[in-house]
């Protein structure tokens, strides 16, 4: 037998260990199958290339509770290792790696999750078990190892009786760490991070129906049937899918298998997902994966944290910020890269130069897929706009090179259920819609109950109106007013319809000058100045006599506010809401509240007019409403 000092010069990194990996111990169970599964995955490769004169057959991880002895083992049928590896990797090799790590991350433990990447996989055991054996056979022929250490520098190492080879695990677990002896928490672990793991992992058995007896069916005497019942066979209890759907070509999958797939990633998600990307690029890069088009709402706080980022079949994280573009992480799926660096900061993530190469092939790959749907099927695609607009939006904004692919699928919706690419809407409203400045204005409602009669005006005059509804539509019409040529978006509220496409003709009013400025003082008299801003505008005379319209820039400032972003630095927020009153001098009605010659008649039906404009509007609440009720049933009698 060997006894020996594991060459370190950190004395106390055991409780170094426990201290700095404390919050993400149950790593340490992800790190074990991890090294168990690169030890069968080299097997298989040194069989193929013929090093290694063993049959390879179909090997498996186990992971066993010993719950009486308060032991944990975890065993493979992997290379395997003579003493001098162990004594070598064990407690050379990794202890450098600890080293290195305790090194760099004395100070602060918070970026500690990820540890097997410093050669630390092995030594995360501690963090649970008061003591640790290995006990390994190599597939040279070699006598087996059996390693010791008890969270010490010092370590055992003799000669082991074992006579298959791979490498035995066992884990004498802490006092505190009982947890870790539970069926229930060591299947969710297993759940978590080896669900997809490339071996077959074994935890216990389970029974099923025998496939090769059919239940028979009886008669009795009386002719009465039963069925016996079926045979039972007790089984391994695989828990993982060692081929998921992202490790397979596209060409092998059918529809049924991407469907399949997204239930077993996602078991409590009842709603079918839109449809797939599959990624799978070897050069410049290593990246293979699938991402699902959830439905999604027009509810900017829906669930992110819904893409899972592995790393060889290894879960890592569903925090993908910074490797997948922001306005991707609503979708869900899977995305496994080994060139991924997973042991840094977030800060150094975002500026690696790999990372950003990969964030790049994504946007493409999802911007070429909506694209090739939107060709193939146009009908289907405007079918599920609504449901993968806030994806496409909100990819528009903030990803350039997202916005310059997506002029060929992103659509624009009418209040009529039309739908048109830009390049289709621009042709199609340029003749009408274009005023004597030369720039095409392009009309738009956010809701079409609340909006119903303006919108109607505008339809009237055979302009089109487009159903712009998103949350974040006051930054996109921003973002396309700045990049394509000459245009403006205006919704139909802003103003009075004359006034949001102002052609050369001009309407002349019924009024003389004097007589407008007796009508402009006397409302200015009536209605409140803190709310409406009085405009008189000579119109049709069949147009309401009084229309309340907001200002688009104010309002379009308060929403972008609202959303985060533009608008910030206007202080708009605390403003209080400001609409313009446009008054008709040509309405016949406007014409009577001038002639009328008592001034309390005067007032109540400029009063009258205010409130049923404001009514239209959806501004008229609470006491003002009911006195308006009251005021005009009293009218009416």
Known sequence: ??????????????????????????????????????????????????????????????VKIDKDNQKLHVIDQGLGMTAEEVEKYINEVAFSGAEEFLDKYKDSAKDAGIIGHFGLGFYSAFMVADKVEIITKSFKDEPGAHWTCD??????????????????????????EKEFLEESRIRELLNKYNKFMPIPIKFGTKEINDPEHEPQTITDKDGKETTEPHRKITVDDIINNPTPAWTKQPTDLKDEDYSNFYRELYPMQFEEPLFNIHLNVDYPFNLTGILYFPKLSNDMQMQKDKIQLYQNQVFVTDNVEGIVPEFLTMLRGVIDSPDIPLNVSRSYLQADGAVKKISSYITRKVADKLKSLFNNSREDFEAKWNDIK???????????????????????????????????????????????DDKLVILYASDKDEQHSYIQTVKDKGYEVLLLDSPIVSHLIQKLETTKENISFARVDGDHIDNLIKKDDTTVSKLDEDQKKTLDELLKEVIPSEKFMVQLEA?????????????????????MQQTGGGGGMFGMGNMPEMYNLVVNTNSELVGEILNTKTRKKQERLINQSLDLARLSQGLLKGEELTNFIKRSYDMIK
């Open 1 to 62: 037998m060997t006894k020996g000092n594991i060459n370190v010069s950190v004395e106390n990194i055991f409780p170094l260990i426990k201290k700095f990996l404390y919050s993400d111990h149950e790593i340490f169970l992800r790190e074990l199958i991890s090294n168990a599964t690169d030890a069968t995955l080299k097997l298989k490769h040194l069989t193929n290339v013929g090093e290694a004169k063993v049959e390879y057959g179909n090997p498996q991880i186990e």
């Open 151 to 176: 969270g010490s520098p010092e370590f055992t190492l003799e000669p082991a009786e074992k006579t298959e080879r791979g490498t035995e695990i066992i884990l004498h677990i802490s006092d505190d």
């Open 390 to 436: 806030i994806v496409i939006e909100y990819g528009m904004l903030s990803e350039e090179k997202f916005f310059e692919k997506a002029d060929a699928f992103a659509l624009y919706p009418t209040v009529d259920g039309t739908f048109y690419t830009y390049e289709e809407l621009f042709n199609k409203i340029k003749a009408k819609q274009t005023d004597k």
């Open 539 to 559: 119109m049709d005379s069949n147009a309401s006599p009084f229309i309340i319209t907001q200002p688009e820039f104010m309002r379009r400032m308060k929403e």
